[in-house]
């Protein structure tokens, strides 16, 4: 007697989708209150996916959400796809119709002491059909894998699979506090910096190397003080207590130095950094939202980065 062969059910692309977005959520619930579902209605289609696919893709507990090996490389295949049919059906509806829907942006720490949070309130108050989510952290977002619609970094080049729009070049600078330089003097020579109280960004014990360029080419100098810490931020609030010499980016000091708050310190040495990029993933159709907001960011960034 001969068997038949059965092949296995088609996989429902929905139920694949929801996979998705539980994973970028982290959450059965966080993912059901983005898309407007039961929970309990998330998680049954997430166990028929699990079905159709002959394994268990995510591990459930109380406290939380983790893949199965086999969850993990079945999100890896399939969420940068899901992300271009969901942008694909998003670009088909009426190009007349207002921006609308989750704008989900990653950005440095610091980002709201660049971009005022007055910003972000005119441009949702223009846009009543927009909701924004921000991602905050120095580290650099995986932009597929965290469900990122835009992000802001700083960048020697983009990325292949990235479509990026540079904001403004960047240059590092030396700067302190005028009570930091009453109190302890103005240093006339890069030399000099080794006498001085420095705010290495860093979070590695020891001296640091700052390497910055003058009119005779590169120099070193190796730098140490009592203070140091891994985010910019914090060495610019370092730097505007008076707690000695920093080295950042322009454009996180031009506003502390057009307040008086900060002076340039050896103004004739600077170091070359990454450019500022709005950066989101290469694709056809990028929601309008999505470019709404970055013709906005951009526009007011570079207005207020020329302002300085």
């Given at each position: 007697m001969k068997s038949k062969n059965r092949s296995n059910p088609a996989l429902d692309l929905n139920h694949v989708f929801l996979f998705v977005e539980v994973v970028r959520a982290n959450s059965f619930a966080a993912a059901?209150?983005?898309?407007?579902?039961?929970?309990?209605?998330?998680?049954?289609k997430i166990q028929e996916l699990e079905t159709q696919v002959g394994s268990r893709l995510i591990h459930r507990s109380t406290r939380k959400l983790t893949l199965t090996a086999a969850g993990r490389t079945f999100f890896d295949?399939?969420?940068?796809?899901?992300?271009?049919?969901?942008?694909?059906g998003r670009a088909s509806v009426d190009e007349t119709q207002l921006p609308s829907g989750v704008i989900r942006v990653a950005a440095p720490a610091g980002f709201f002491d660049l971009f005022p949070i007055e910003w972000v309130a005119q441009f949702l108050h223009d846009h009543p059909r927009v909701r924004m989510e921000f991602v905050l952290d120095d580290a650099k977002a995986d932009l597929v894998g965290e469900g990122i619609d835009v992000a802001f970094r700083g960048a020697q080049f983009v990325d292949d699979h990235l479509t990026g729009q540079k904001i403004v070049a960047t240059q590092f600078e030396l700067v302190a506090s005028p009570a930091y330089l009453r109190a302890h003097g103005t240093p006339d020579t890069l030399a000099a910096l080794a006498d001085h109280d420095c705010l290495p960004q860093s979070n590695r014990a020891g001296p640091v190397t700052w390497r910055l360029i003058g009119s005779e080419g590169e120099s070193e100098i190796q730098v140490s003080g009592r203070f140091r810490a891994n985010t910019a931020r914090a060495v610019l609030r370092a730097a505007v207590a008076g707690l000695g010499i920093a080295l950042l980016p322009h454009l996180l000091t031009a506003s502390e130095i057009a307040a008086g708050r900060l002076?340039?310190?050896?103004?004739?040495?600077?170091r070359d950094g990454a450019d500022f990029y709005a950066v989101c993933v290469s694709r056809r159709h990028i929601p309008r939202a999505v470019s709404a907001f970055i013709e906005y960011a951009v526009g007011r960034?570079?207005?207020s980065m020329s302002a300085h």
């Open positions: 059901a209150r983005r898309l407007g579902m039961p929970a309990n209605s998330v998680s049954r295949r399939c969420a940068g796809p899901v992300s271009e049919l969901a942008q694909a002076v340039q310190v050896l103004p004739q040495f600077r960034l570079r207005e």
